[in-house]
């Protein structure tokens, strides 16, 4: 089953190829949130509309980053971070990992996890 957003500016599809343009040099503008997910991963399918519900409540202020780790070669992008399990979601501001974390959480722990990096 294919990820099931629409691509647009602030909810897009990278892959390993251009996430250093995409998300490291993008966060720099913005903070970008990278969910590391994949198909077969329950807590990803049940994370991912919370992250879609989140991205329009900051409207325009945060962009979302989905990396599909079952395609082959992404899998080093969860290599190069060092992700131990799905979903992962890590947060880029000026080109720097600033905060992660595992599993399917609320989206009142989501609006925290953010809010100190949109407000700067």
Not at 19 to 46: G, K, N, Q, Y
Not at 75 to 84: E, H, I, T
Request: net charge negative; hydrophobic share 45%.
């Amino acid at each position: 089953m294919a990820d099931q957003h629409a691509s647009s500016p602030v909810i897009f599809d990278v892959s390993v190829e251009e996430f250093d343009t995409r998300v490291i040099e993008a966060s720099h503008e913005l903070p970008i949130i990278v969910d590391l997910w994949a198909d077969w991963c329950m807590p990803c399918l049940v994370i991912a509309p919370k992250l879609k519900q989140l991205i329009a409540e900051y409207d325009g202020q945060i962009r979302l980053a989905k990396v599909e780790v079952d395609d082959g070669h992404n899998m080093k992008l969860a290599g190069k971070y060092q992700v131990r399990g799905f979903p992962t979601v890590i947060l880029f501001r000026h080109g720097e990992e600033k905060a992660r974390f595992h599993g399917a959480k609320p989206l009142a722990f989501l609006r925290e996890f953010v809010q100190d990096y949109v407000e700067e």
